[in-house]
Nanobody, 129 residues
Framework: QVQLVESGGGLVQAGGSLKISCAAS????????LGWFRQAPGKEREFVAA????????YLADSVKGRFTIARDNTKNTGFLYMNSLKPEDTAVYYC??????????????????????WGQGTQVTVSS
C-alpha cells in the first residue's frame, strides 16, 4: 500500500525547466517502481518516464528523451521528474504512479498505465509559447 502526492507543477516559459516531485507514504518505497504519465485536454494519457525499484533502470518516452530525466531517492521516499527545454506541447497534467514489484521484468510493462497499482492526484504543468 502506498499513497502518492505530486507537487512542483506550474507555469513556465518555453525553453525553461521545472522539477516535479512525487512524495510517497505507506509501505516500503523501494518495493515500488515509479512511472510518470501525462494527459492534455482532449488527448489520451501517455507515458512519459519510469524508473525501477532501485533506480538502476530508467525509461523515457521518445517525445521527452534528451530533455527529461527521472530519478528517485528511496531514503526520502520521493521520486522526481526533471524537465528541461520545455515546449508548449508538454503542457498537461502530470501523474505519478507506482507499481509493486513482481516476478515479471519491469522493462516489459513500464509504459502501460493499467499495470500501475497506485496513482497520485496529478500536478498541472503549463508551458507558455
Amino acid at each position: 500500500q502506498v499513497q502518492l502526492v505530486e507537487s512542483g507543477g506550474g507555469l513556465v516559459q518555453a525553453g525553461g525547466s521545472l522539477k516535479i516531485s512525487c512524495a510517497a507514504s505507506g509501505r516500503t518505497f523501494s518495493d515500488y517502481a515509479l512511472g510518470w504519465f501525462r494527459q492534455a485536454p482532449g488527448k489520451e494519457r501517455e507515458f512519459v518516464a519510469a524508473i525501477s525499484w532501485s533506480g538502476g533502470r530508467t525509461y523515457l518516452a521518445d517525445s521527452v528523451k534528451g530533455r527529461f530525466t527521472i530519478a528517485r531517492d528511496n531514503t526520502k521516499n520521493t521520486g522526481f521528474l526533471y524537465m528541461n527545454s520545455l515546449k508548449p506541447e508538454d503542457t498537461a497534467v502530470y501523474y505519478c504512479a507506482a507499481v509493486f514489484r513482481s516476478g515479471s521484468p519491469f522493462g516489459t510493462y513500464y509504459d502501460t498505465a493499467r499495470k500501475y497499482d497506485y496513482w497520485g492526484q496529478g500536478t498541472q504543468v503549463t508551458v507558455s509559447s
